[in-house]
């Protein structure tokens, strides 16, 4: 007998006896992604109850399927995320209009999925018209976050706020919106209570002050508020004294002339926050207000400390008072001394991020080395995130970082000088990226910088088992440190390059690798037009885009995106992007 | 801290180095796309100048004369922003600066850059932080003049330097509220400026720090005006 035919016969046997909907009642106990693309390869029975029962969907590159072909395949998706742009795109390295736009999902959803409630969207453009689309089609539509998007205005929070009855969670971590004005806010209708999370912390605009007050004491089951820079302190402690169960605060400005009143009134209102676990804002605090946040930090893991400039001994005073910090942001005006104070005070601390305070600054001693660095391994043993912006970074420093370290998932160090050596030893900083992929056997993403040679790929290729992320910029000597990532690197999922001198034999030796990617970026390479077209020839499964502009020459080509998709090549591609 | 100068990158001066960076040209290209302060303290880079070719985006000219325009102080938006022919034209003045390196997000790009500045007016004796190079470009018109300047408020401390500053660009003198009356009792010209929400008013009211979040473009009018 066809050992299908009998497999099967034995399969619809048993599924006899175990009925669709218990099967698909077990697996939508299933949350994660990863689990239920694996459960769905199992049978045919399996992939039907897998995608009946699937209600969210995360899609890692909207251009990689089409909406159509998501609703086909999924039919009660009630959540759905999606990435667009490639991640480039933050330091203004792909041109406007370059697209995934909303809309032509919107249109979709609004037919196969009109029961939608949540939209989780980062760097896609999303247009005022789509936000009004959003807040007409869904009836049912609850969460909307936008993380890096562009597009619209606050013309379209407006319709938001105005007609999404059962809101409860509208967050806006952006850049590049139009802040027309703060009036949005006002367009919650009186009777609306059930916002859960509210972020508008990177918009600019005075929003109406009583409007917002009267939201948060009528929300009780606020949670989240993270306010911008607008609100002063004074109304910051009517907000807190209305919300006290909140447990992610963002503060507006933290600079204002308050009286003996005012601070303890702020103070006891923070003493009320018993439940903070995240904190961030606090613009131009100093250290003449930041104590009235301390009855506040007994129980936060997550301080934020981005918008302000500490100094040294006004961060230490802070931590003094935060002992089950987990996660820790801070621009490097602290300075190594500190996150010496770091390294004193936040034992459990497992992601730390230091921003520069003044990217163009040349000074070496300014902002943070490897010293700082250094003494936050010896005092937190349990580090496994770091983005660290720096100006100078030895060999030696990084190995005996990782020793102490080995746990790390994530390993992001931008020595901020493009391709420049171990300042000790002059020698490139191959050794240091060894260390790290050596010993950080779980390490899952990598940003690599400073002078480095293909000895560095080697390395990575050889003893990165784990990587799945590689970020990599003015790096490399020829096209077989390329090469070595690509045959190496068994998970790896997304690699970006910029300025490095890999061409055509290096984008090539990936032939084999691409379709188990989500994507690769390369600009500024050697790669030419050519190679991509003896690309896109041999994988038809993958879309090549070249950017071109004016700038570039002819064969060469400056900017190439390579991505995995079944939706064959973008219909909505600009005049710039040329699909091979 | 006996370290190799920032300046000093060029692979040939690190005697150990065994294999050279062929990157060296795309730094300098990216120093040049940095922000151009106005009191233009990047106007070290004169190694630009010599022009090298030999960058890894094959046939891109080096713009080394754009240092010499520098030190003018003649107001060039960045050649990344030139180059983008693509950029909305509605586009906030944070936009306007298209940088690239090192990789931070613009919003934060900018956030920091008045964090830096709110660090300058708290006095500090550990802050030696007196260099400032994010930037804050708004354009400048004087009434009767068609084509603009362009200038960076974070490169100047007060009201009192943005005055001065102004009244050496456009050699004329200018008047502001709370400014020296004596000197600029003969000026014919007064500051003022855009605010966010669109309204003209006259610069020197508010604080400095107020002004800096609020000021969207300046103009130098006539005082018969006000």
């Given at each position: 007998m066809d050992p299908k035919k009998s497999r099967d016969s034995a399969e619809s046997a048993r599924a006899a006896q175990f009925p669709d909907e218990v099967l698909e009642r077990v697996l939508?106990?299933?949350?994660s992604h990863k689990d239920r693309s694996a459960v769905s390869l199992v049978s045919k029975t399996w992939y039907n109850a897998e995608r009946w029962s699937r209600t969210r969907v995360f899609i890692g590159?909207?251009?990689?399927?089409t909406p159509e072909i998501v609703a086909r395949r999924f039919p009660n998706i009630r959540s759905v995320t999606l990435k667009g742009k490639p991640r480039f795109s933050d330091f203004n390295l792909v041109p406007q209009n370059w697209g995934a736009d909303i809309q032509s999902w919107l249109a979709v959803f609004a037919e196969r999925?009109?029961?939608?409630?949540e939209l989780r969207l980062k760097r896609m453009t999303v247009t005022d018209e789509s936000l009004k689309f959003l807040a007409l089609k869904f009836q049912n539509f609850r969460a909307l976050s936008l993380m890096?998007?562009?597009?619209?205005?606050?013309n379209g929070l407006a319709a938001i706020a105005a007609r999404?009855?059962?809101?409860t969670e509208l967050d806006i971590q952006e850049n590049?919106?139009?802040?027309?004005?703060?009036?949005?806010?006002?367009?919650?209708?009186?009777?609306?209570?059930?916002?859960e999370v509210l972020n508008f912390?990177?918009?600019s605009s005075d929003v109406d002050f009583d409007a917002l007050e009267r939201l948060v004491s009528r929300?009780?089951?606020?949670k989240v508020l993270r306010v911008n820079r607008t609100i002063t302190l004074d109304q910051l402690q009517r907000l807190l004294v209305r919300a006290p169960r909140l447990t992610e605060l963002g503060t507006g400005s933290f600079l204002q002339d308050l009286n003996a009143h005012q601070y303890s009134e702020l103070e006891r209102a923070f003493g009320g926050c018993?439940?903070?676990?995240t904190l961030s804002?606090?613009?131009?605090?100093?250290?003449?207000?930041?104590?009235?946040l301390y009855l506040a930090?007994?129980?936060?893991?997550f301080l934020n400390l981005n918008d302000t400039a500490l100094q040294d001994e006004e961060l230490a005073k802070v931590l003094v008072?935060?002992?089950?910090?987990q996660r820790l942001w801070v621009l490097d005006t602290v300075g190594d001394e500190g996150l010496e104070a770091v390294a004193l005070n936040c034992p459990l601390l497992e992601e730390l991020r230091v921003f520069p305070a003044?990217?163009?600054?040349?000074?070496?001693?300014?902002g943070v080395s490897e010293s700082g660095f250094l003494a936050v391994s010896y005092g937190c043993r349990r580090l496994r995130y770091v983005l660290y912006f720096c100006r100078q970074m030895t060999n030696a420093a990084v190995a005996t970082i990782v020793q102490n370290?080995?746990?790390?998932?994530h390993f992001r160090l931008c020595i901020?000088?493009?391709?420049?050596?171990?300042?000790?030893?002059?020698?490139?900083m191959d050794e240091a990226f060894g260390a790290v992929v050596k010993t950080c056997t779980k390490l899952q993403r990598l940003a690599v910088s400073g002078l480095l040679t293909d000895l560095t790929f080697e390395y990575i290729g050889r003893?990165?088992?784990?990587?799945e992320t590689l970020s990599v910029a003015?790096?490399?000597?020829?096209d077989w440190g390329m090469q070595c990532v690509l045959e190496g690197c068994?998970?790896?999922?997304k690699l970006e390059i910029r300025d490095?001198?890999?061409g055509n034999a290096a984008l090539l030796s990936g032939l084999e690798k691409y379709e188990s990617m989500r994507s690769l970026w390369m600009s500024a390479?050697?790669?030419t037009m050519n190679g991509c077209e003896v690309l896109a020839r041999e994988r038809p499964?993958?879309?090549v885009e070249v950017m071109k502009d004016?700038?570039?020459?002819?064969?060469?080509?400056?900017k190439v995106y390579v991505y995995r998709t079944v939706a064959g090549p973008r219909r909505d591609a600009p005049p710039f992007v040329f699909t091979l | 801290m006996g370290r190799a100068s920032a300046k000093d990158y060029s692979p040939s001066s690190s005697s150990s180095s065994s294999s050279p960076s062929s990157v060296d040209c795309s730094k300098h290209k990216n120093r040049t796309g940095a922000s151009l302060s106005f009191a233009s303290?990047?106007?070290?880079?004169?190694?630009?100048?010599?022009?090298?070719?030999?960058?890894?985006?094959?046939g891109r000219t080096r713009r080394g004369d754009l240092n010499t325009d520098l030190r003018l102080g003649l107001s060039i938006v960045s050649p990344d922003a030139q180059r983008d022919?693509?950029?909305?034209?509605?586009?906030?003045k944070q936009r306007e600066?298209?940088?690239?390196?090192?990789?931070?997000k613009s919003l934060l790009r900018t956030t920091l850059a008045v964090a830096g500045k709110a660090d300058t007016s708290?006095?500090?004796?550990?802050?030696?932080?007196?260099?400032?190079n994010a930037s804050l470009f708004v354009k400048v018109y004087m009434e009767g003049i068609p084509i603009g300047r362009k200038l960076d408020l974070l490169a100047l401390h007060d009201y009192d330097d943005l005055i001065s500053t102004l009244a050496h660009m456009f050699t004329t003198p200018i008047a502001y509220p709370n400014g020296d009356r004596a000197d600029h009792a003969e000026s014919l010209h007064v500051l003022t400026y855009e605010d966010r929400e669109g309204d003209w008013m006259m610069a020197g009211d508010v604080p400095w720090e107020m002004f800096m979040t609020t000021v969207k473009r300046l103009k130098i009018t006539r005082s018969d005006r006000c």
């Open positions: 939508s106990l299933l949350a590159n909207c251009y990689s399927v999925y009109p029961s939608l409630e890096s998007c562009d597009g619209f205005s606050t999404c009855r059962n809101l590049g919106i139009d802040d027309n004005s703060g009036d949005w806010l006002s367009c919650f209708p009186e009777n609306f209570v059930s916002l912390a990177s918009l929300c009780n089951s606020l018993k439940n903070l676990h804002g606090l613009h131009d605090a100093t250290a003449l207000y930041l104590p009235v930090c007994a129980n936060l893991t008072h935060c002992p089950r910090l003044n990217p163009f600054d040349e000074e070496v001693n300014h370290c080995p746990d790390f998932t901020m000088n493009p391709g420049q050596p171990d300042y000790v030893t002059n020698e490139p003893y990165a088992k784990n990587l003015f790096a490399g000597s020829s068994p998970k790896l999922r490095c001198p890999f390479c050697k790669v499964r993958l879309n004016e700038e570039s020459s002819d064969g060469q080509a400056y | 303290s990047m106007c070290q880079f004169s190694g630009c100048n010599s022009g090298c070719s030999s960058s890894t985006r094959g022919n693509w950029i909305d034209p509605s586009a906030s600066q298209r940088q690239d390196w090192p990789p931070i708290v006095s500090n004796v550990h802050n030696n932080n007196g260099d400032r």
